[in-house]
């Protein structure tokens, strides 16, 4: 698979999970029960970038290897998905 290839998956794998770790852990600053002034009270009370960049990249790390086990045992990949794009020759 083209190195291209492999950087564009994990990207879009990368993104997608750290819209899905992102929440996780979540405390508010109303739920801290200190708001500070000029904030909003859902902003987070401490927020963990670097725990969170860490987790999104391990768990896309385990999906792709987990991807690619998958399309180099039983030879299913991207070339393998539907062409819903019609051909005009």
């Known amino acids: 698979m083209p190195l291209l290839t492999v950087a564009a998956i994990f990207f879009v794998l990368w993104w997608t999970v750290l819209f899905i770790v992102l929440p996780l852990g979540h405390r508010s600053q109303e739920d801290e029960g200190s708001v500070a002034t000029g ?3 859902s902003a ?3 927020f963990r970038g670097g725990r969170v960049l860490v987790l999104t990249t391990v768990i896309s790390l385990a999906l792709y290897a987990s991807y690619h ?5 039983l030879g299913i990949g991207i ?3 539907p062409n819903i794009v019609p051909s005009f020759n």
């Open 39 to 41: 904030t909003i009270e």
């Open 79 to 81: 070339e393998n998905l």
């Open 69 to 73: 086990l998958i399309s180099s045992s």
């Open 44 to 46: 987070p009370a401490r």
